[in-house]
Each structure stands twice: as C-alpha cells, then as structure tokens.
C-alpha cells in the first residue's frame, strides 16, 4: 500500500451492469482523468449519472469492466480494496455499530498492524482534527448524525491515504451543518496535503470545494474543468442546465461573426456567445436567471419586452417569471418589485447569453 | 407530580388489550395449566414423601445418566448444526443464481417428518444401505461401519433435522447486516477473514445465541430418532424416553411428571447461561449510522 503519490491516472475506466431485460448499458463510460497530488476533485451530476460508480471502481468495491487505473506506475484496478488502502467515507457512514469512536478510528491501524500506543496516539490526533475530543469512548448511536459523519472523516484519514474518497458525505446533514462540515471537510484536505475525490450531486457543494469539477450525465463525462468555467462557460447544454442556466430557448441562426451569433425567432433578437462548434440553422440559448437584468440594453439590443407571470419573493430577491411575445417563458432575479401583469423590458448581456446546438450530443 | 399520577390513575381502560385475550386464555389453557398441573403431578408421588420421584430419579441407574446421554447427543447436533449452518449461511448472503436454489435445496428437510427422515436413513446408511454398498468398493475400507441403531444414527438424523432451521435463522440475521459495513472495513484493509472476524462475527454473535438456545431445545427433546435410528436400551436411551417409560409402561404419571420437569431445567439451564455468555456482546442496531 502506498502512502504518498504524484499523481492518479484513469485511462478509459468503464463499468457495464445488466440492465432491465438483460442489455448491457455502460453505467461509467470511458472516464479519463489525471490527478494530481493535493487536488480537490469533485465528480457532479445528477442521480444515475454514473459518479458513485467512478468512486466505487477507484475504491476497488466495483470491478472495471474496461481500462486501467494507475497509482504512479503501480496499476491498482486489480487489486482487491483492502490493498488499495484508500480512504472512504459513505453516504450513511457506515459506522461499526458495535464499536466505540475511538476503535471506529483506529480500525484501519490495528488492520495495518500499527502498535497500540502509536494507534492511540493517532487516534487521538484524528479527533482533534475533527473535533470530537471527548466522544472516544461513545459507540456510534450515541452521537448526533453530524458526529456520525465526523467520525467517518476521521476513520478514512486516520490511515494517512494518498486518496480520500467521499460519496455524497453531506447529504444526510441539515443545512446548516452542512456548509459547517463543507469548510472542515477543505480544511482538513489542506491539512492531509494528498487527494481528495468527492461526489456531490450539488452544484454549490462542488463549486466551493473543488479545485476541478468532473460534470457527469448517463455515465460519459460532459466537461473537466476548473470551477469558475464550468460555472461560466458550460460545455455543453446538458452542463449548462445543470450549473443553472434556467433558460433556454430554442431560436433561428441569422448570422455569425466569430464567437457571435445573431439569433432571432419572430420579433425577438438576440446576439449571443457560440459555445460549441458554429450551429446549422437553429440553436438554443441559455441564459442564468441571475444575468438578465431589469431594463433597456445599450442602444436597445438584446432587450425583450415581457409581461410578468409569477412572483416568487425570495428576501434578498425575487424570481420572477415572465413571457415574451412569442410566448417563451424566461426566470430572472431581481431586487425589484414586480407583480403578475406587468410589462418590463430586460436584456441580457450578449457575453451571458450562451448558444448551443439544439440537440446535444 | 401528583397530578399526573392521578390523571395516569383515572386513564380509561385501553379495550383494544382485550384483543390479547383469547390468545391468554390459549396459552393458559394450552400451556400454562398443564404446565402446572405436571409440576403439581409431579409433587404426588405413587408412594414415598413429596420429593420421592426426584429421589428416585437422581439415585436410579436408569435415569439420571439419561440427563448426560441426551445431552452428549444435543449438544454436538447443535453445535455442529450452528458451525455449519454460519459459514454457508454467510456465503449465500449476497444475491446470487443459485442462491434461491442452494436455499431450497438445504431447506427441504424441514418438511420431512423425523420419522421419514429415519426411514430414509436406515435405507441409505444401513449395514446393507447405499453407503456401505459403495464404501466396499474403496480399498482400505475394512469392516462394516455402522451408522444406525447407534449414537452415530441418532446424530446424523439431529444434523439433518436441525440444519435447516438453524441456517434460516442465520441467515435471516446475516442479511440483516447492513453490507456497506463490510465494505467500509475492506477499505481501511479488512481482509474478507477480517471482515468476518471484526465486523460479521461481534454483530452475529446475539443472533447465534438465539440459534444455539432454539437448536439445543429441539434437540434435547430427541425422541423418535432416538428410538428408530438409535440403541434405546443402551448409549441414546434420552431423558424423553425416560419419561414415555414411566408414563406409558409404567403408568407412573407422577414420575413420567417429575422426569419431564427436570428434562426443562437442564434446558432451562442451558439456555441461561447461553444467553447470559451474550449480554457480553454488542446488542444494537445493526447498520452504520442513519440510512
């Protein structure tokens, strides 16, 4: 078992389950990705997209049915997970019941034949680190389900792995105490120095703790990116939906310059940013709810003249839903008030609104 | 304080407890009574003061080693129906083909009366059975091994009897383990031996006691294979036929009673300490945090 690595390479990494009426379907599709020590990566999608099965086949708990996974130059596919020696921690924690904190902790150690005084020393410094000094002697009922998952940090850290791996470790935590264990969780990767991989099906969760996202969708990976392009310039429309471009309306190509694309469908014009390869004679254009903005555009362009449909106080601001004249239905935000009737103009920035071909590949 | 006493003390009476009744009014006239009437019985003696038939009991040559014959066939058929029924229990956690299959096939026993299951057996591991018919056909088999009318005969026939109920009882607690748990231990480098020593073994060990107390209860009361499949006269002469004796060859229903109510106690006995050896161990739920 190794300790310390450079870097984690996934060549091609597949996994086929039966499905219904016995076809095939690949449920992770060719995932190839390079990391490197100290990173933070985040696998993100929605549910079924495949990425508790990367983490599963990394953790050695699913065979591959195809590629090769390389620590350095040791391949570690073939190698049942107790070789492996990466840290995990599960959804439901999967605490040992009858164990108390302390031996929970020290597990891992006493597997790896670490002395007694040494397992009790590191157990003491992993509790520190989670700050649960004082619960050693708790069994796992005992504790409050934000322990819980404390524990199971410290239970996956404990053994010093190159890798930690989390499978959706907050999903389980009210709201609070999510964003609380969310900063623990990046403090302690920092304090480890090695890798972290964590799945999350929540777009905030990823954008504020990975160094680089993995955006998933049916088991083949939509873009690897740093957080702030995947959350500016979605690869696709399938990513931009996801990152929350809330809008989207198919439209007419006029005409292309460069990046820029004009776009109409009867009354409406819209100037936008091509996002994939120039588009045939139709695309669709996604645009955050957070980037239209209340009010005329410089010299009038890309302005829309709406009718309010719903309110939807949220403090700060409201979503508002409005219909064009053609009868596209759009969402903004906005600090204004508005009330259901009203007619408003509201322009978004050609930069902010995103084409892509109309269907996705 | 005293007000809610009070408020506990005028609570209505619940009249859904009466749904409880015919099953108390079962109970106490299918077991509780008789169970009492025997003890009862088992104070009058034929002659002799009120503890005669114990007296008799533990002074007889006849009676009282029946207690330890009985037991030297019940301890072994439950011993070695829980050791086997564990490990194959623990391979047919996971859903697998033949899972459904191998179940079936271990299970069907169950359904066979103890009778047909002797019947079966002297046909098969009999002086002129199957068995000694292809041992013969080995080399160095010698003499006729004798595996019926003996000790070995009644034991065989407890294995068979006894394994199934002792495997469905283990496996219903085996998959009751939240599996992730196993999972959770191979990545901190749990062997799969490690995996059943730390984890299966501590969080079965209740659920085993459970089996152990059931399986030795059933054995202990051996009565039909002991006298079709075994030597009643001599090395599985059981307390249960101890009892049928006195009752029904001697119409001695006050000892048959006394008999009867000592053959309790050793089981009594047995399943205390078997129970008490498993408030040593982790009792809780069996699953890794909230799921």
């Known amino acids: 078992m190794k300790q310390d690595f450079s870097e984690l390479r996934l060549d091609r990494v597949t996994r086929r389950f039966a499905g219904v009426g016995g076809k095939a379907f690949n449920a992770l599709d060719e995932l190839t990705i390079t990391i490197k020590r100290g990173e933070f990566i985040a696998l993100l999608g929605p549910s079924g997209c495949g990425k508790s099965t990367a983490l599963n086949c990394i953790a050695g708990l699913l065979p591959l049915s195809g590629g090769t996974i390389q620590l350095d130059d040791l391949r570690i596919d073939t190698l049942p997970p107790e070789s492996r020696g990466f840290g995990m921690v599960f959804q439901n924690y999967a605490l040992f019941p009858h164990m108390s904190v302390e031996r929970n902790i020290g597990f891992g150690l006493r597997m790896r034949g670490v002395s007694a005084a040494e397992t009790t020393m590191r157990v003491a410094n992993a509790l520190k680190l989670v700050q649960l000094t004082g619960q050693e002697h708790k069994l796992p009922g005992q504790l409050s389900g934000g322990q819980q998952q404390r524990v199971a940090i410290a239970r996956a850290i404990v053994i010093e792995p190159p890798l930690v791996l989390m499978d959706e470790p907050l999903s389980n935590l009210d709201a609070k105490l999510r964003i609380e264990t969310r900063a623990e969780i990046r403090r302690i990767h920092h304090e480890l120095g090695r890798a972290t991989i964590y799945v999350t099906h929540d777009q905030d969760e990823a954008l504020s703790l990975a160094d680089r996202i993995v955006v998933m969708k049916d088991g083949v990976v939509q873009q690897i990116d740093r957080p702030q392009q995947i959350y500016a310039q979605p690869a696709n429309l399938h990513v931009a939906r996801f990152m929350g471009y809330r809008n989207v309306i198919e439209m007419d190509v006029e005409g292309a310059t460069g990046d820029c694309v004009e776009l109409r469908d009867r009354g409406i014009r819209l100037s936008g940013v091509a996002m994939q390869a120039p588009p045939g004679a139709r695309a669709m254009v996604a645009m955050r709810p957070e980037e239209i903005v209340v009010g005329e555009g410089p010299q009038g362009r890309n302005t829309l003249a709406v009718r309010v449909e719903t309110v939807e106080y949220g403090g700060r601001d409201s979503l508002v839903g409005v219909v064009t004249a053609t009868g596209a239905r759009l969402f903004l935000r906005t600090a204004q008030s508005a009330a259901p009737g009203d007619a408003l103009s509201i322009h978004v920035p050609a930069e902010r609104a995103l084409v892509y071909a109309p269907t996705p590949a | ?291």
């Open chain 2, 1 to 291: 304080m005293n007000t809610q006493t009070s408020a506990l003390a005028r609570a209505p009476f619940d009249r859904t407890l009466l749904l409880a009744a015919p099953a108390t009014l079962f109970m106490v006239a299918l077991f509780i009574y008789p169970f009492l009437y025997g003890l009862w019985l088992s104070f009058e003696p034929a002659k002799g003061d009120w503890l005669a038939n114990y007296h008799k009991f533990f002074t007889a040559d006849n009676l009282w080693p029946t207690i330890w014959t009985t037991l030297k066939l019940a301890l072994p058929a439950t011993l070695i129906n829980v050791g086997i029924a564990l490990p194959i229990a623990f391979r047919m956690r996971v859903k697998s083909r033949y899972q459904r299959l191998i179940t079936t096939v271990l299970v069907v026993p169950i359904t066979l009366g103890t009778v047909l299951i002797a019947d079966g057996m002297l046909t098969y591991f009999g002086p002129k059975g199957w068995l000694a018919h292809l041992l013969e056909l080995l080399p160095f088999y010698e003499g006729p091994i004798r595996l019926t009318h003996n000790y070995w005969g009644v034991l065989i026939s407890l294995v068979i009897s006894g394994f199934p109920f002792a495997f469905l009882l283990i496996l219903s607690y085996i998959t009751g383990i939240d599996p992730v748990l196993a999972r959770a231990a191979s990545t901190l480098g749990a062997s799969p031996a490690a995996q059943f020593r730390h984890i299966y073994l501590p969080l079965l060990a209740p659920g085993l006691a459970m089996c152990f107390c059931l399986a030795f209860v059933q054995a202990y009361s051996v009565f039909p294979s002991a006298v079709l499949l075994g030597a009643p006269a001599g090395p599985t002469r059981v307390i249960s036929l101890a009892a049928y004796e006195a009752a029904f060859e001697q119409y001695d229903y006050s000892l048959a009673s006394a008999i009867a109510m000592i053959m309790g106690f050793v089981q009594l006995i047995i399943v205390a300490i078997v129970l008490g050896l498993r408030g040593l161990f982790y009792r809780g739920p069996v699953v890794g945090g909230k799921g």
